[in-house]
Structure formats: C-alpha cells, structure tokens
C-alpha cells in the first residue's frame, strides 16, 4: 500500500508542475499585451487587442471622410477655375486686341468678368457648410457656362461677318471700312501737301522726301492727330482743320502699318507711316486676322462650352440619389 500512494504522490506533484508551467506563459502574455494599460486590464487580452485594432480601422476611414469634404472646396474651385477662366480670358484678350477692339463694342464682354465672383462665392458657401451645396455648384457650373457660350457665339458671328466684309473690293461695305478709307485718304493728301511744301521751301525733290520721312515727321499731322511737339519737317500748321477728326483711324491705320506690313486700306498703296515693304492692303490683313485668328478661338470656346453644360447637367442629375444616400442633404 505504501509503494502506490508514494506513485500518486509523485504523479500529482508532477500534474501541479505542470499546471504551473502552462499558466506562466499565458500570465507573461497578458502582462506583455497589457503593458499594465487599463484597455487590458480585467478581460482577454487577445479580444481586447483585436477590438482596439477595429476601432482604429473604423476611425480611420471616418477621419478619411471627413478630410476629402475639407479638400472638396478647393478641388470644385480649382476644377471651376480651369473650366471657365481659360476660355474667359481667351475670349478678352481677343476682344480687347487692336486689330479687332475698333470694330466691337469690347464693353459687351466685360459681362464675364462676374464668373470668377461666381466661382468665389460657391468657395466661400462649401466652406461654411462643410459639404456639397446643390444650388451653389448648379449657379457656378450652368451660369458661367452659358454666359461663355453666348459671348463666344457673338464672337464667331462677328468674325465671320467682318472676314467677309474686309476681304470685300467694296469700301462702302459697312460704314467702319468707309471711314477708315476716307481717314487714309485725309492722310495720304496730308502727307503729299506736307512733302511738295518741304520740296518748294528746301529744293528737295518730292520723290526723295517721300522715300526720307513718313506723315508723323510733319506738323500738320502731329496738330492734327493732336500731338503737338516738334517735328523732322517743320511748316505752317495752317489748314490743319479739314484733317480733323481723324486722330483714331489714323492710329489704328499706323498700328496696322507697323505691325502687319500693309499699305492702304480698301486697296493696296504707299505706307504713310511704316518703312517696312508692305505685302498687301491693311483691309485684308483685318479680314485674316478675324479669319485666322479670332473665328478658330471662338469656335473652340463654344464647343468646349456647350460640352460643360452638357456633361455638367447630366453629372448633376445621377448625382441626386447618390448624395441622398450618403446621407446629405441635396
């Protein structure tokens, strides 16, 4: 009888043993997970850490919702930005370039310049609401759009008609074409009087004067055109007064001289202003310039608007349901 009960003592001392030994591993767990934080503290370790982990999931996906509705301000205002301000500032710089601002009224397409208080405005509205406003990005998208697509259509009608009525042989074609070609007329007989007077008072034979100096060189033009100062060939001002009325035209006529190398108006002449060669009359260099120049730049401002409005529409439509779903209010 002694001999088993020495046996079962010895086995269940080695049973306690190892009780011992297969909780001490699992106590230094705990003690490693829990850090003596209080996340750990009175519960399973592993269920705890495994909780923590889904928390930091869940808010992370939160933060990342509300970091893109912060950024969505800015992207609808960039985005809005490089829509409509390019072709804004196509359309003015072509209407206020010289060739083309004396035939327009270059006050019409101020209009534009409320798109980018538009684009402001919306900022400013997504800004103070934290989420996608409806109306502000309808106004900024369809507004804007249309007031492009109105200008760049007046525009293109304009040029087409001006390209044809330039290129034309008939000076009497609209009453901007007559009035310049009376104006280089003025000009031109300014200019010859000018020259015979410096001929007869010097000895200076007229062709040679005429290859020398150009009209701006003679008093009577600088009175005319209202600049006085001293000139290259100084006369009488005299008879100055049936030149009068003439100061824009004739700035306009000099500008194209120097700028596009033509002579005369309605027909190819003599440069009264310019000594470059000329290669054709300045009424066809106008009609290229709205040609070549002012319809292609138009064309592209329509279309590209009419593809806005379109797309804008349908975007703000399908995005109706969606918006609702997630819960804002559209």
């Not at 106590?27 to 982990?53: I, K, Q, T, V, W």
């Amino acid at each position: 009888d002694t001999e088993p009960r020495s046996r079962a003592a010895s086995a269940q001392t080695q049973a306690g043993h190892c009780a011992a030994a297969m909780q001490a591993p699992a106590h230094g767990l705990a003690s490693f997970a829990g850090g003596g934080d209080p996340l750990f503290e009175g519960g399973d370790a592993a269920d705890r850490l495994f909780s923590a982990a889904g928390s930091e999931k869940r808010l992370g996906i939160s933060v990342g919702r509300i970091d893109m509705l912060k950024l969505f301000p800015a992207l609808f205002t960039m985005v809005c930005g490089l829509l409509f301000l390019v072709p804004m500032c196509n359309l003015l710089i072509i209407a206020r370039s010289t060739e083309v601002a004396y035939f327009t009224m270059v006050e019409f397409y101020y209009v534009v310049a409320v798109i980018p208080v538009i684009i402001l405005v919306t900022h400013f509205v997504h800004m103070q609401r934290g989420a996608p406003n409806k109306v502000a990005m309808a106004v900024t998208l369809i507004v804007p759009s249309l007031l492009l697509l109105a200008c760049g259509n007046r525009q293109y009608m304009q040029a087409v008609s001006m390209t044809d009525r330039l290129a034309a042989s008939d000076c009497n074609a609209m009453p901007q074409k007559q009035k310049l070609q009376q104006a280089w007329e003025a000009a031109h007989d300014l200019w010859m009087g000018c020259l015979n007077e410096t001929s007869t008072l010097y000895g200076y034979d007229v062709a040679t004067l005429q290859r020398s100096f150009r009209i701006q060189d003679c008093d009577e033009y600088l009175d005319a055109a209202g600049a006085n100062s001293k000139s290259r060939l100084s006369r009488s001002t005299r008879g100055t007064g049936s030149y009068l009325g003439y100061a824009e035209e004739w700035a306009y006529l000099r500008y194209l001289e120097e700028n596009h190398f033509c002579g005369g108006w309605c027909t190819p002449r003599v440069q009264l202003w310019s000594h470059v060669r000329s290669k054709d009359s300045c009424s066809n260099a106008v009609a290229d310039v709205f040609g070549w120049y002012v319809q292609p730049h138009a064309a592209e401002v329509c279309s590209v608007m009419v593809v806005i409005f379109t797309v804008s529409a349908i975007v703000l439509v399908l995005l109706g349901p969606i918006m609702r779903k997630s819960g804002f209010d559209w």
